[in-house]
């Protein structure tokens, strides 16, 4: 086969970049090693930010977020017993983000390129990157007792943090940073109407909790939990008795309780990738940086990534220059990195570490008073969760 851009990854970084490059007129395949119910079951998060709306609608798959979406204009900011709203929408003249899970991107960018008859390779095994350091690179892999075999201009790595693009790079070639939070989070997916409007933070001498929700009926709770902690020690009362100890007396009385539709434990961490281009090859989304969920940039940032990434392909296939591409890796770690400082500085504030004990509490309570009573800081915190503006080539 050939195609002008082979895309690792069926995620929805790699089908959000396959529908926009499809929009501007550009070939592209997508192969992902799992099946497409696989990819549609993985449970993740959904706090889109308006740049990724404006994705969204760019790639013609937003009516569904638009319609189904919950725009929130503020988060509140729970501390010593008490909620502070955080008013997102004032303090950013007017820019807000929407709830919208990430199950629901991924199966709307499916049906989009299924609509559009843009050919998807499911159960690829074996993908392997070939000659990405010439102008002549290749994809191989496996599927149904054949090798098969892609010729392309460019590979696009879209295939998460365990995938084959990052891993295909020489060692010596990449340079990677990495903090390993000592805890993580206990989430629980269920039926039950959220507990408040708007997400909650919490930050406890008991340890992190977050309100979230997917629609007005299905709602996303988490709690902090040590690193070494198991999923199965843990029942559905066992949870939302220790949710309700981190609650105001509010929420508490307001916190309407199901069974868990899943239930998993996910660990913290920070990691970059550096560069994100080597030569016809580039990384985009996880497989080039982690955040933190704590400040909702995962897919935010992969998306931002996606909106480079096409941008500078766009401007190559039509200008015929390849300067957008010459700096897609630098114009990227600038704002991953950005959103990496938040996420990791946010993830420090609400969080109980195991090392700071009642001093490192009292210190975080302190900055949080701080933060609420700030016009200066509150705007900050604003800024960065709503996302910083996008750079031009």
Excluded at 355 to 361: H, I, V, Y
Aim: charged share 25%.
């Amino acid at each position: 086969m050939r195609t002008q851009v082979a895309i690792i990854g069926a995620g929805p970084a790699g089908l959000l970049l396959g529908q926009l490059l499809h929009k501007a007129g550009i070939d592209n395949i997508i192969l992902e090693r799992q099946s497409g119910d696989y990819v549609l079951g993985r449970i993740r998060a959904g706090v889109l930010e308006q740049i990724s709306m404006d994705l969204l609608a760019r790639a013609g798959v937003d009516t569904r977020a638009k319609a189904e979406g919950l725009p929130h204009e503020g988060i509140e900011l729970l501390f010593k017993g008490a909620r502070h709203r955080i008013d997102l929408h004032g303090l950013t003249d007017g820019k807000q983000v929407t709830v919208y899970g990430q199950t629901e991107v991924t199966r709307d960018l499916m049906e989009a390129r299924a609509a559009a008859g843009l050919t998807t390779i499911y159960n690829a095994a074996s993908v392997s990157l070939h000659d990405f350091d010439t102008a002549r690179p290749r994809v191989r892999y496996q599927k149904d007792g054949a090798t098969h075999e892609v010729e392309c201009d460019f590979i696009a790595g879209c295939d998460g943090y365990h995938g084959v693009s990052r891993a295909s790079v020489p060692a010596d070639s990449l340079h990677t940073y990495e903090k390993i939070y000592p805890f993580g989070w206990l989430g629980v997916l269920a039926d039950v109407p959220p507990v408040s409007h708007e997400l909650i933070y919490a930050n406890t001498a008991r340890g992190f909790a977050l309100c979230s929700m997917r629609s007005a009926t299905r709602s996303r709770y988490y709690v902090q939990v040590p690193t070494e902690e198991k999923v199965e020690n843990w029942s559905d009362e066992a949870f939302w008795n220790e949710l309700r100890l981190r609650l105001d007396p509010e929420a508490r009385d307001r916190l309407v309780t199901g069974p868990s539709l899943e239930k998993s434990i996910a660990p913290l961490r920070s990691f970059v990738a550096e560069p994100m281009r080597f030569g016809s090859l580039f990384l985009a989304g996880d497989a080039a940086h982690i955040v933190p969920p704590t400040g909702a940039k995962g897919l935010n940032l992969a998306a931002s990534d996606v909106d480079y990434l096409s941008r500078a392909l766009e401007i190559f296939y039509r200008d015929k220059t390849p300067s957008a591409l010459d700096r897609y890796s630098d114009l990227c770690l600038r704002r991953v990195w950005k959103a990496e400082r938040f996420s990791w500085w946010f993830t420090s504030l609400m969080h109980r570490f195991p090392d700071t004990g009642e001093f490192g509490q009292k210190i975080q309570e302190a900055e949080l008073d701080y933060l609420v009573h700030s016009h200066a800081a509150s705007t900050s915190l604003a800024e960065n969760y709503v996302g910083l503006p996008m750079e031009n080539f």
